[in-house]
Nanobody, 116 residues
Framework: VQLQASGGGLVRPGGSLKLSCSAS????????MGWYRQAPGKQREQVAT???????RYGDSVKGRFTISGDFAKTTIYLQMTSLRPEDTAVYSC???????????WGQGTQVTVSS
């Protein structure tokens, strides 16, 4: 499974960005996808995940500001980020879990910088 993320960039505080991630390869049994982020000097944290049954989870720091959506038929997910804050600055990485192989896959990451 290969993951391709896009949509990062530089945005001012209060602004919005939308990230996209598409999985390719043996994706039939991918049933969970999500976004994680890692800021310099900090541990990686979960941002949001979505399952093929519609279950969605958000990290506490992004609840009410970020929205994850997805189309598992296309194994593509999106992360709509609004009301961005400087502390949202991080490398955002896409993740996919393959239920038959019982392993996860990571994309290359996309930089999001929130700064005035």
């Amino acid at each position: 499974v290969q993951l391709q993320a896009s949509g990062g960039g530089l945005v001012r505080p209060g602004g919005s960005l939308k990230l996209s991630c598409s999985a390719s390869g043996s994706t039939t049994s991918v049933d969970n996808m999500g976004w994680y982020r890692q800021a310099p000097g900090k541990q990686r944290e979960q941002v949001a995940t979505i399952s093929s049954d519609g279950t969605i989870r958000y990290g506490d720091s992004v609840k009410g500001r970020f929205t994850i959506s997805g189309d598992f038929a296309k194994t593509t997910i999106y992360l709509q980020m609004t009301s961005l804050r400087p502390e949202d600055t991080a490398v955002y990485s896409c993740f996919a879990f393959h239920r038959d192989l019982l392993r996860g896959y990571w994309g290359q990451g996309t930089q999001v910088t929130v700064s005035s």
